[in-house]
């Protein structure tokens, strides 16, 4: 009786410390830094996720991934817009952008993996502090024209200048951003209905 009495005590005890509720989350190796691949910074593995909610940590993934891409777009556009006559400092910003840009992401990402994986202490916090200050910088770069934002203004003033081809890339860029803060919101919405939203 007394060895069942503290087992359950023992139990409560270990619920209560925050991240260790999770028997699975903590047998998870977090120093086997696997992942983004080549650059190996944190941990990443689909499997420690449960089966119906693997396509959600999968979006997420998708997500940090798009912004390499769009990492390569934008400096696309630095070149074209370089080449059309405009500063050299919009390619030097386009990487120093990126590089904040990818980096909220996947911090904000890797906190949610965390969260889908068991971890109960502030890493749901993390992720919507650091999601929420990429909201914003995309909102800036949604529509001012400054550095290396390809925004409305900015497309605008390419095509007024007589520069289409320039013009169009940023058009093109403006459009996938749109799609890209439209595909931020719907993935905050479903994380914000899962079971790990409050914790």
């Known amino acids: 009786m007394s060895s069942l009495a503290t087992t359950v005590v023992a139990n409560q005890l270990k619920k209560a410390i925050p991240g260790t509720n999770d028997a699975k989350f903590e047998k998870i190796d977090w120093n086997n830094f696997n992942?983004?691949?080549?650059?190996?910074?944190?941990?990443?593995?689909?499997?420690?996720?449960?089966?119906?909610?693997?396509?959600?940590?999968?979006?997420?993934?998708?997500?940090?991934?798009?912004?390499?891409?769009?990492?390569?777009?934008?400096?696309?556009?630095?070149?074209?817009?370089?080449?059309?006559?405009?500063?050299?400092?919009?390619?030097?910003?386009?990487?120093?952008?990126?590089?904040?840009?990818?980096?909220?992401?996947?911090?904000?990402?890797?906190?949610?993996?965390?969260?889908?994986?068991?971890?109960?202490?502030?890493?749901?916090?993390?992720?919507?502090?650091?999601?929420?200050?990429?909201?914003?910088f995309f909102m800036f770069q949604f529509f001012a024209d400054s550095i290396c934002w390809n925004s409305i203004v900015r497309w605008i003033r390419l095509f007024q200048n007589g520069h289409a081809f320039a013009g169009i890339f940023s058009l093109l860029e403006w459009l996938l951003m749109l799609a890209n803060i439209a595909a931020m919101i719907i993935l905050v919405l479903k994380v914000r209905s899962s079971n790990y939203w409050s914790q």
């Open 35 to 136: 992942y983004p691949p080549y650059i190996n910074v944190f941990h990443y593995d689909i499997g420690h996720i449960k089966e119906d909610e693997k396509t959600l940590v999968k979006r997420l993934n998708f997500f940090f991934i798009g912004q390499f891409l769009f990492f390569v777009l934008n400096f696309l556009n630095a070149i074209f817009q370089t080449a059309s006559g405009y500063s050299w400092t919009r390619m030097l910003s386009s990487f120093f952008w990126y590089l904040i840009v990818t980096g909220l992401a996947g911090f904000g990402f890797y906190n949610a993996f965390r969260a889908f994986c068991g971890d109960t202490s502030n890493v749901m916090t993390k992720f919507k502090i650091s999601w929420g200050v990429l909201f914003v």
